[in-house]
């Protein structure tokens, strides 16, 4: 995710990104600005206060982990950098920054011998065309290899080989790699733009001319744990490789296929026999055994053995070169995950079901590990054969327990967007901010919602929201339309509907919940079954100071709920709270769109389509209709104690208003996409996620890739303060937090009313920003800040041997000199304290001379 800034500023020539008016009169546009930037020379950009911008909510399975020699850490990819996390804590230690695009693979050097087993070193590919050799035990970058090509994965066979490891000279280390070839127009007319090429690591460069494969598109490598054998899968057929014994530059690498009649997803080597695995697209498992007996065999063994008919090879198709071809079934859908266990007993498998199943090779029996809850990408191995992982396609790692299957210790990211049907659309959203914590909110596609740490980057809880297994199929029957939090976070409103089933059997379901400790843990407190009767929830809102909510009905209602605890505010022996409805409103029965309760909670609004309506909560009184827009209303946002209210209307036209509460009608209004509000609550600043029109109108924006923009307004103007363009904006969303620490350079030293800005994307990767700042600054989040003692084993150079030296705390020395008073007897304590840290002795004798002497005053002798 990028965030690109542009300023607009008295001492800047003004930004044509939003048309200027000086005016005091309303301000409207019907027609969309023009988004492009025009800066003159001498812009004092860089003399403009420099601030800091944190990162997070990077995909933790875009690509396979790999686990350190002693099995103590786990190296993800994770974006353009590799994370490096702990398998007793699960908690992350350490990363790898220097690429500049995605991480493909990461490949960590085997240690040869069991004393080696500390040695930290591993080699990275990214799409960036390098190829990174690091020392992840310091996070130092050692080697950069360009090849200036993209790579997709990297395979190393000299590291499996153990025979390569024993010889006495070592020759160079190659490597092959699957490329995309962006240069030849040759292949670009032919539609080949994947490659299988070979890389000598030790000399920095392709080997020229070594092409082994041409595909369609880049494809995963796939290596035997020997180092024999690698291969690829290409719609239906397998493409296997030797690897020679004696790598070298000008070496031909002998090469077979194998075919299938459905589209293969995921292959597997057997680690001593030559047997390889491939899932397909339908569930099933094919086994190869005895592949390349003719074309791998050796040439004093080739003459001896016999060709067989093709009867002689049950189930292997056309001119294949394997004994025989065998075929288990068991999945529903697509197969994403195939291993063999380090001794050649078992296959694993595992797929869109959630379940990864093992396979007893001999007998083809079958065991389980159940109730994963998310689809499965891929299996890792480690160096201590009784640990293993699986990621997930819900962004975690489980690290497995072997040979039972069982979960030790879980990584989780930020839980990735889940789909949603055409018909409710509209109506989902896919997170919300707990402003106070600097908590994200995220439904999930297992029916839970996730707590996530904005700052800390990292899973607090979560909270199963209604017990149901995962569905594999299709057919969905449930969804978790909204999710909602209370200012404080201690409330938080979700939103269910049971789909029909033939017209029968659906309805909705509206749940309050309670947060009873600070671990956000939430307790479920009431359910109130068809809210609105028949019609769906469109929004939630909570009142600022009470325990007060609103639900907003396409049915043409609203309805205010609020809670014994508000009513009966001194019981203490209320055990539980209930919510009740406490006032019922329509507006010519209009379907309601969208509702906002002011900052002091005094007034109601709620769009019923094009016009908003303010009410008065306690009294349930309408206080007043205002404006009228072209399309119906989705988002209202007071903004702070300004008196203006922001809204947005979606469709073929749309359009962003501000209103005057005082004056009852708008302020200034522009037709903008608009995707998300926030508001600030201390002061009239706004800011608003906008998704820009075509490249050919925004040539500043396609210069960054960029698909929408973050405006910041002051509610009296329609002139933006500032802008930022942003990439994956659609269904993105952002929120003003509150900073964590006082002491934290990225507080609101500007502006210390408006807070923070976190932005979320549409594939919730977030950066969090000072709004009031000039430049930005990417800061790494200091996961030690928050959580001590993440790695508790494993230590290294000094600490290994002495311990980890005491932290220097320069305050704390002041603190304690400020309240030291003099001795009567200095004497005794003016030699006391380690040696490296006293005073010359020439200052040491002065000062005890004298300690020792009579000192004489105006008033006589002082001892």
């Avoid at 360009?146 to 080989?161: A, N, R």
């Avoid at 390569?164 to 020759?171: A, D, H, K, L, V």
């Avoid at 600070?518 to 068809?530: A, G, K, R, V």
């Avoid at 004056?663 to 608009?674: D, T």
Wanted: aromatic residues 8%.
């Amino acid at each position: 995710m990028r965030i690109y800034k542009t300023r607009i500023d008295d001492t800047l020539n003004p930004s044509p990104l939003l048309l200027k008016n000086r005016d005091t009169t309303p301000h409207h546009s019907d027609t969309t600005p023009p988004l492009t930037n025009n800066f003159g020379s001498g812009s004092p950009l860089q003399h403009q206060p420099v601030i800091e911008m944190i990162r997070g909510g990077k995909s933790f399975v875009s690509s396979p982990p790999a686990f350190s020699n002693d099995a103590k850490k786990l190296l993800v990819c994770t974006g353009n950098t590799v994370s490096v996390f702990s398998t007793d804590t699960g908690l992350q230690v350490a990363d790898l920054e220097g690429h500049t695009a995605l991480v493909t693979s990461v490949i960590v050097v085997p240690s040869s011998t069991p004393a080696n087993a500390l040695l930290c070193y591993c080699w990275t590919t990214s799409l960036d065309g390098t190829i990174r050799y690091w020392d992840f035990s310091v996070s130092e970058l050692i080697k950069t290899v360009d090849i200036q090509l993209p790579v997709y994965s990297m395979v190393i066979p000299s590291f499996l080989d153990r025979q390569s490891e024993n010889s006495e000279t070592q020759p160079d280390t190659y490597a092959y790699i699957s490329v995309e070839d962006t240069k030849t127009e040759q292949n670009k007319q032919r539609n080949l733009r994947g490659q299988i090429r070979k890389c000598n690591l030790s000399k920095s460069r392709l080997v020229r001319g070594a092409i082994l494969s041409e595909t369609k598109k880049p494809e995963k490598i796939t290596i035997s744990s020997n180092g024999k054998y690698f291969g690829v899968h290409e719609k239906r057929k397998i493409r296997v490789w030797e690897v020679p014994t004696k790598d070298g530059k000008n070496i031909s690498h002998r090469n077979i296929k194998l075919t299938h009649t459905k589209n293969l997803s995921c292959i597997a080597f057997h680690p001593t026999d030559r047997i390889v695995a491939a899932g397909d697209a339908t569930g099933r498992i094919l086994v190869w055994r005895g592949f390349g007996d003719k074309t791998f065999a050796d040439k004093d063994l080739e003459n001896e053995k016999v060709s067989k008919d093709e009867d002689d090879k049950p189930g292997v198709r056309g001119e294949g070169d394997a004994d025989s071809c065998t075929t288990w079934h068991w999945h529903s859908s697509e197969v994403k995950v195939l291993y063999f266990s380090s001794d050649g007993a078992y296959l694993f498998s595992g797929g869109k079901e959630g379940v990864l199943v093992g396979w007893q090779l001999d007998t083809g029996k079958k065991k389980f590990l159940p109730r994963i809850g998310t689809p499965l990408l891929s299996f890792t191995s480690s160096p201590d054969s009784s640990l293993s992982s699986i990621s997930c396609a819900d962004n975690r790692i489980h690290i497995l327990k072997m040979p039972r299957m069982e979960i030790l210790k879980s990584i989780s990211g930020i839980k990735l967007p889940t789909p949603v049907p055409d018909m409710f659309r509209g109506s989902c959203n896919d997170f919300v901010f707990d402003r106070t914590a600097g908590l994200v909110a995220v439904r999930t596609e297992n029916y839970c919602i996730q707590f996530y740490s904005l700052f800390d980057d990292r899973e607090i809880s979560e909270v199963q929201v209604c017990e149901r297994n995962h569905q594999p199929s299709d057919d969905v029957t449930m969804i978790l339309n909204l999710v909602a939090l209370s200012f404080d976070g201690s409330v938080m409103c979700t939103v269910e509907t049971r789909m029909a089933e033939e017209g029968i059997g659906g309805f909705v379901t509206l749940k309050f919940w309670d947060r009873r400790s600070q671990n956000n843990d939430y307790n479920l407190s009431t359910i109130i079954y068809e809210p609105h009767r028949d019609a769906g929830v469109s929004a939630v809102a909570f009142h600022p100071t009470r325990c007060m909510a609103a639900s907003a009905s396409y049915g043409g209602d609203f309805k205010v709920w609020v809670s014994n605890h508000d009513i009966q505010p001194n019981d203490k022996l209320i055990q539980r709270t209930r919510w009740a409805c406490h006032a019922v409103g329509s507006y010519q029965k209009k379907p309601m769109t969208a509702a906002a309760f002011s900052n002091d909670g005094s007034v109601l609004a709620v769009a019923a389509e094009t016009v908003v309506t303010l009410w008065d909560p306690e009294k349930n009184v309408l206080v007043a209709v205002i404006g009228s827009t072209r399309e119906p209303i989705g988002n209202l946002s007071f903004i702070g104690d300004s008196g203006f209210l922001a809204s947005a209307s979606h469709g073929a036209n749309p359009q962003l208003s501000v209103w005057d509460m005082s004056k009852l009608s708008v302020s200034w209004s522009y037709k903008l996409h608009v995707e998300a509000i926030a508001s600030s609550d201390k002061d009239s600043h706004f800011a608003v996620l906008v998704l820009l029109p075509e490249p050919s109108n925004a040539e500043v924006a396609t210069s960054h890739n960029a698909d929408g923009a973050i405006l910041l307004f002051n509610a009296g103007e329609p002139v933006a303060v500032a802008s930022w363009f942003v990439t994956k904006a659609k269904g993105g969303g952002l929120a003003f937090i509150q900073s964590r620490s006082l002491d934290d350079n990225m507080d609101e030293n500007d502006n210390p009313g408006s807070g923070l800005l976190a932005y979320v994307n549409g594939d919730h990767e977030y950066a969090i920003f000072n709004p009031h700042g000039l430049e930005t600054q990417e800061r790494k989040v200091r996961h030690t800040d928050s959580v001590p003692s993440l790695e508790v084993t494993g230590q290294s150079g000094y600490a290994s041997i002495y311990g980890k030296l005491p932290e220097f705390k320069l305050n704390a020395i002041e603190a304690s000199a400020e309240t030291v008073t003099p001795s009567e007897r200095p004497w005794e304590t003016i030699f006391s304290g380690p040696s490296h840290s006293l005073p010359p002795l020439t200052k040491l004798c002065s000062a005890f001379l004298e300690s020792l002497l009579e000192k004489r005053s105006g008033d006589g002798l002082v001892k």
